[in-house]
T-cell receptor, first 109, second 114 residues
Framework: GQNIDQPTEMTATEGAIVQINCTYQ??????LFWYQQHAGEAPTFLSY??LDGLEEKGRFSSFLSRSKGYSYLLLKELQMKDSASYLC??????????WGAGTKLIIKP | DVKVTQSSRYLVKRTGEKVFLECVQD?????MFWYRQDPGLGLRLIYF???????EKGDIPEGYSVSREKKERFSLILESASTNQTSMYLC?????????????FGEGSRLTVL
């Protein structure tokens, strides 16, 4: 079956760096996506990786290793507003998104 | 700004009632999707549509139907609501071109079935 694994919850300190991991086993691969979802709000697109390596976008970076079935989202200079759930999703060979359950990130002052 | 609007943020219905969840997008997107989101689970795809009057079953279509009579509107219908359909329902859209997988979501409709 298809599976996306990510930690349920993580805690980090304001101003620090946090890495949220995502491992996947899917039927084919057509890209990996990260979304941010604040409590009670819509998920919003953060990043997309289809080739191995690091994609940087301001304070957020996303890394992909296709051979290891592994990605991480790196958040730098954490701010209180980064408290949210982070969803990892993989597009499979049928171009359908397979979603992880999400990682709830708690930022403490 | 891109906008996906879901008609109701919160609904409470009784078992057996027919429920309509409406979703409208103002971005002229071809693709529209209905997901449900439950604690501890990833988003699960109920139905999707790539064009007007077209619909495809997702992973969990049982107990649901959809309608897409106009490009901007995608409705989810629960013919006879049951308690196991209590959930958060998320509508999303995406353009026909561009990065497949970059979805624009509505804020969700939280349905409680008693």
């Amino acid at each position: 079956g298809q599976n996306i694994d990510q930690p349920t919850e993580m805690t980090a300190t304001e101003g620090a760096i946090v890495q949220i991991n995502c491992t996947y086993q899917t039927s084919g691969f057509n890209g990996l996506f990260w979304y941010q979802q604040h409590a009670g709000e819509a998920p919003t697109f953060l990043s997309y990786n289809v080739l191995d390596g690091l994609e940087e976008k301001g304070r957020f970076s996303s890394f992909l290793s296709r051979s290891k079935g592994y990605s991480y989202l790196l958040l730098k200079e954490l701010q209180m507003k980064d408290s949210a759930s982070y969803l990892c999703a993989v597009m499979d060979s049928n171009y359908q998104l397979i979603w992880g359950a999400g990682t709830k990130l708690i930022i403490k002052p | 700004d891109v906008k996906v609007t879901q008609s109701s943020r919160y609904l409470v219905k009784r078992t057996g009632e027919k429920v309509f969840l409406e979703c409208v997008q103002d971005m002229d997107h071809e693709n529209m999707f209905w997901y449900r989101q439950d604690p501890g689970l990833g988003l699960r795809l109920i139905y999707f549509s790539y064009d007007v009057k077209m619909k495809e079953k997702g992973d969990i279509p049982e107990g649901y139907s959809v309608s897409r009579e106009k490009k901007e509107r995608f409705s989810l219908i629960l013919e006879s609501a049951s308690t196991n359909q209590t959930s958060m329902y998320l509508c999303a859209s995406s353009p026909g071109g561009g990065v497949a997988g970059e979805l624009f979501f509505g804020e969700g409709s939280r349905l409680t079935v008693l």
